[in-house]
């Protein structure tokens, strides 16, 4: 990096760059660029590289240890003993990303993201009465670790690890060998009482919040009896529990979920709250299903800790954000957020409501279920049996003086109808529909009924988006990826020779997948005249999407690639979650 370009860098600045340059982490362009938005935006261009996916993994673990002259450390196998975890709480580990790893005499030694941050350390001192050395450690790797750590901890109180409490429950448990709709309900209520079981339903509980789980599957077969859990959209097989401990645990779960045991006929739904050590809580959407060999049952985590509302942290790149941010603060419309289940679009509504959420306007949400507490806005669960529709309700919120209405989903024409009225008339409706794409939610609310001229006149923004697996930080490495299936998948002959790819190893911290964690991938398509104009002229879903395609908008396909161009995500996955344009 020149001097004569930035001749006015504070020293630290100025060091920085030439550690990212020397190390051939950046080129002195990306480092401008970065230096750039950090005096734009007030973020640290550490921060701004790590965004651009150009400071990840061990890059940024040499940058750091070099910047800070303190040593690297791969935190996956630390033990550190119960005693030296008891000295940090929780709490303190988790609001400063770090971990103790042992202590000789008055120092203790503690793993930490960022060595920069000086507020940790003298929270630590403070709480610790002790002198703190550190080391650098990725922070994905650090966050499983802290949570095996503290886990450990909690299971060791409870005395029993979860292979003991199975063998226990093989030798003790009371439940049915056989499949029988004359299950005997108070024998039942009885081994649901039974303290190993419990503290097994509860480790179960507590190790998939741990390992960032979406959803636990307990399922009957023939013969076998399975738990898998969902990781970052894909399901894995966790354990076997005995055939005998099927009603025993799908019955604990209800009695955790206020469900009726005896009821094994019908589908039911409940939730459960759960208390996890250190103070944090999670709760759990609990669904049972009456199958051929047994009930299924499936808990969605709902967990606030990793509810991502600010915007900057969902996957918009620059102009996506600006588009997106721009049809929120609209005074009045709708913004329609689209994709299948599972996809993040609530996470996308509360962060937008997050965004919106002032004490000058008035906010209410219609959801099924309320997955999440916002302060400060009125949320509101529908209940179609006793006439709590979605519909119903936002009759019901039009006379409730509202500025910002959030809809969890438009679901038929009385909702479309109603909540496009909304919008027409000075409110700001927020909502999601379940479409392939953009253009083809147009289609699905004309299909409902809903008349063109009301669509064009309504609608602010259409964000289509879906969710791609990220390359694991701690593992990642370049690779060089063959042309051609670039070129098939669509990328350009600039972003493949401008491309930094990477691909995950396989470690501890990602199970050996090569992936952790998720990022979104958008398709925003604002309503500008162009597409007004096609929409009263009765276009396909296929001209719509030519037509807002010309207007700049950037397809899921192209999301997804630009991402794999960045070394966030891989070619496998872009081919996995999108389709071709």
Known sequence: MADKSTPHLPARVKTEGE?????????PAQ???ALAESQKTGKRVIDILKEQGLLVGKDLLKYLSDLHNVPEIDVSAVEPTTEIIRLVPFELAERHQLIPLGKHGQTLMIAIADPGNLNAIEDLRFSTNLNIDIAVADAQAIQIARERLYRSIEQSDLGVEIDQELEELVDGAE???EWSDEVDVKLLTQSTEDNSLMRLVNLILIDAIQRGVSDIHIEVFEKMLQVRYRIDGILHVMMKPP????????SRIKIMASLDISERRLPQDGRIH????GGKTCDFRVSTVPFLYGEKVVLRLLDRATLKTDMTQLGFDEDELRKFKHAVHQ????????????????TTLYSALTELNKTSDNISTAEDPVEFHLDGVNQLQVNDPIGLTFANVLRSFLRQDPDIIMVGEIRDFETAEIAIKAALTGHLVLSTLHTNDAPSTISRLANMGVEPFMIASSLNLIAAQRLVRRVCGECAKLVIIEKKPCMDAGLTEQEYHAGVFRKGDGCKVCGGTGYKGRIAIYELMPMSDTLRDALLQGS?????????VTDGMQTLRRSA?????????????????????
């Open 540 to 548: 396909s879903p296929a001209d719509l999407k030519r037509a807002a």
């Open 274 to 277: 759960l208390k996890l050590p």
């Open 175 to 177: 439940a049915s060998t």
């Open 19 to 27: 550690l990212l340059v020397r190390n051939k982490v950046t080129t």
């Open 331 to 346: 005074p009045y419309g709708m913004v329609l957020v689209t994709g299948p289940t599972g996809s993040g679009k609530t």
């Open 243 to 250: 055939m005998k401990l099927r009603h025993a645990i799908v």
């Open 561 to 581: 690639l630009k991402k794999f161009a960045l070394g966030q995500t891989t070619l496998e996955e872009v081919l996995r979650v999108t389709r071709a344009d």
């Open 31 to 33: 480092f401008e660029f």
